[in-house]
């Protein structure tokens, strides 16, 4: 499928010219380091643009021995990689790359990838150019495409971090042509205990640090960290005493097969990326089942796909 793109502020059609994107009016965005923006880059996800550059290839399979980026990407839309064949993908919250490496690597897909922080320009470091990738620097709830634009659309890992949770699909089923599949995940929450632990109790001081001290604190501190949580591991105290350490769960999320420096990098990447965020909102997995049956999507699914020693909370539909 085509597709069009258009200016969000007044709906006008645009064309490239070389250096950026153009309406009618005359108003331009420009294409800069491999994205077209139209955004400023001082927003609520700053965060995460810091966080890419720093360490825009630690969760990129191609860059290590893991296949844990494919492995989820497969597991959690149960498409099969001929199923993209000239199709037209959206990708929103893409950080540096990681599953858009994927579908550029392992599908047929024409993607349209969107972020709206500059991680764009890590990501177009990992995987750029390439005649199947268009860059975006755009905000979800004004994406710069017509609506009904899409064969399909996914958001891994990011839904939680909007002001708007319910508004975030909404603005994505937009985009979806008739027909069209959006599949999105999220940090899920469970219950009471959900937010019963390290993460919830720091982040209403550390998301008002500075990017840059908050990840010198997590790297003076990640040594320890890491040892005493491997030693509650051990004595089978994990799941009563880890909760409180302020690190991320290493026993059940990392990659098989890292070595120390690297099990170190991503201790400090997932810590970070716990703190950091302005918008942390955990959804129940009915509730987004819910969202979408009202938003019009027919024949919903929504499971917890296992994925190593955690899961997953996904939800998937089709646009009539």
């Known amino acids: 499928m085509s597709v069009s793109i258009i200016n969000p502020k007044n709906g006008q059609a645009m064309t490239a010219d070389g250096s950026g994107l153009r309406d009618s009016s005359g108003n331009f965005y420009p294409l800069v380091n491999g994205a077209y923006r139209f955004v400023d880059q001082n927003n609520y996800t700053e965060n995460f643009g810091f966080q890419w550059k720093n360490f825009r290839k630690t969760q990129l399979d191609k860059f290590s021995d893991s296949t844990q980026s494919k492995d989820r990407f497969f597991a959690v839309t149960g498409w099969q990689d001929t199923e993209l064949n000239g199709e037209s993908l959206l990708e929103v919250g893409s ?65 939680q971090h909007t002001p708007d949770v319910k508004k975030s699909i909404s603005c994505l089923i937009e985009k979806i042509a008739s027909g069209g599949e959006l599949i999105v995940d999220f940090y899920a929450y469970k219950g009471w205990w959900t937010k019963f632990n390290a993460k919830y109790i720091f982040r209403r001081y550390t998301r008002k640090m500075s990017q840059e001290d908050l990840l010198t604190k997590i790297k003076n501190n990640i040594g320890w960290m890491i040892t005493i ?13 880890n909760r409180f350490i302020p690190i991320c769960n290493i026993a059940d999320t990392f990659p098989k097969g890292l070595s120390k420096d690297e099990i170190r990098e991503w201790a400090i990447l997932d810590t970070f990326d716990m703190y950091s965020p302005e918008y942390d909102q955990p959804q129940k997995l009915h509730t987004v089942e819910k969202w979408f049956l009202e938003l019009g999507m027919q024949e919903v699914q929504a499971k917890y796909i296992n994925f190593g020693k955690s899961s997953i909370a996904v939800v998937k539909g089709i646009k009539p």
């Open 95 to 159: 950080g540096a790359g990681r599953f858009t490496q994927i579908v550029l690597d392992h599908t047929e897909a024409e993607l349209h990838s969107v972020d709206y922080s500059d991680a764009v320009e890590a990501n177009y470091e990992n995987n750029g150019p390439h005649e199947r990738l268009h860059l975006y620097q755009a905000n979800i709830y004004e994406l710069p495409f017509k609506e009904g634009t899409f064969d399909k659309a996914i958001c891994f890992g990011v839904l």
């Open 229 to 241: 949580t491997r030693f509650f591991s051990n004595i089978g105290l994990n799941k009563v005493v």
